[in-house]
């Protein structure tokens, strides 16, 4: 009955360690799958954050160029409407004096004179300049 009780003990005491060997294997298990979650986890932020760069450079890309576009539209309207001005002040000049027509011409070259005193205003006017165009 000794011999059978030593050898439960023998074997109560084997099984133990073997319970305890797979709870340490089961926690390094664990621990390595918490750390590969963590590194999976870090990867996908960072992943996620390039991708939100590449959006928002991207974005800044297109309302830059649309910025560009509008500005270059602008210009591309004044110019025209420069060119129109001297169109007209070219038809203008030859056969009528400039302040005797109304016309665009007309509204830009009234900024460019100065009348001389006020009762004298609207008598004789002192030309600054000729609008050039």
Not at 13 to 32: F, P, S, T
Not at 50 to 75: G, P, V
């Amino acid at each position: 009955a000794a011999r059978e009780e030593a050898e439960a003990r023998k074997a109560a005491a084997l099984h133990k360690a073997k319970e305890e060997e797979i709870a340490k294997l089961r926690a390094k298990q664990e621990k390595a799958q918490d750390k590969q979650s963590e590194l999976d986890e870090l990867r996908a932020r960072r992943y996620q954050e390039a991708y939100e760069r590449e959006w928002r450079a991207k974005e800044t890309a297109a309302a830059d160029r649309q910025r560009r576009i509008n500005s270059e539209l602008i210009e591309a309207r004044e110019a025209q409407q420069q060119a129109k001005l001297k169109q007209l002040a070219d038809q203008v000049r030859p056969t009528i004096p400039p302040f005797d027509l109304p016309s665009p011409i007309h509204y830009y070259a009234r900024k460019l004179v100065v009348p001389v005193n006020v009762s004298r205003m609207k008598k004789r006017p002192i030309i600054i300049a000729r609008p050039t165009f």
